[in-house]
C-alpha cells in the first residue's frame, strides 16, 4: 500500500485472499485517527499482525494496544518525529532506514521490535548492484558477477541475518 495514497480497499482484498502475517494499515497524519484505527480493526481478521504508522510526538497512545506500532526510522526521506520512549512497552515494526540507522533504532528499541522491513536492500540491488556488507558497515560492488541484482540480494540477506544474530534480534 502506497503510504501517500492509500487503496485501502484493494489492500483489504489482498489481505483476504493472502491472509498476511504482518499489513500496514496506514500512517497517522494528524487527521485520520479514527480512519486508519477502524481500518486496522477491518483488517484483523485477515492478517495476524496489523501495523499502525504513528509520525508525531503522542500519536503513539493512539494506536490501539492490539496493534503493531510501525516505527518510520528517520531518513533523509521521512521518519518520525515521536521520541524513542513513546514506543517503549509496544510490539514494534521497524519501517526503512539503511542498516546503520536501522543499528541505531535496535539499541533503543531492542526489546520491543517484532519485526523489520527495509527498501533498502532492493533499492541498492537493482539500482547499483550493491550489497550491504557489515565489515566494514557499508555498501559494496558485485563487479564482475555476471548476476549483479541476485547476487548483491542474496549478499545483503546473508550480511543483515548475520547482523541481526549480532545485534539480538534472531
Not at 39 to 57: C, G, K, Q
Not at 131 to 143: D, L
Request: charged content about 25%.
Amino acid at each position: 500500500m502506497h503510504w501517500e495514497d492509500p487503496d485501502q480497499d484493494t489492500l483489504l482484498a489482498k489481505c483476504m485472499t493472502h491472509q498476511p502475517e504482518y499489513v500496514v494499515a496506514g500512517d497517522y497524519d494528524g487527521d485520520n485517527y479514527d480512519t486508519i484505527n477502524d481500518f486496522a480493526d477491518s483488517l484483523r481478521e485477515y492478517a495476524e499482525n496489523v501495523i499502525i504508522v504513528p509520525h508525531e510526538p503522542g500519536e503513539v497512545s493512539k494506536v490501539p494496544e492490539w496493534a503493531v506500532v510501525g516505527y518510520s526510522t528517520p531518513t533523509n526521506y521521512a521518519g518520525t518525529d515521536a521520541p524513542v520512549w513513546e514506543y517503549f512497552g509496544r510490539d514494534v515494526h521497524v519501517l526503512g532506514g539503511t542498516m546503520n540507522q536501522i543499528k541505531v533504532v535496535v539499541d533503543h528499541l531492542r526489546n520491543e521490535i517484532v519485526s523489520i522491513d527495509t527498501n533498502t536492500m532492493h533499492r541498492d540491488a537493482t539500482r547499483f548492484g550493491e550489497y550491504w556488507s557489515q565489515e566494514p558497515q557499508t555498501r559494496k560492488q558485485t563487479a564482475g558477477i555476471e548476476d549483479d541484482i541476485r547476487e548483491a540480494y542474496e549478499n545483503s540477506i546473508l550480511n543483515m541475518t548475520y547482523a541481526f544474530e549480532q545485534w539480538g534480534l534472531i
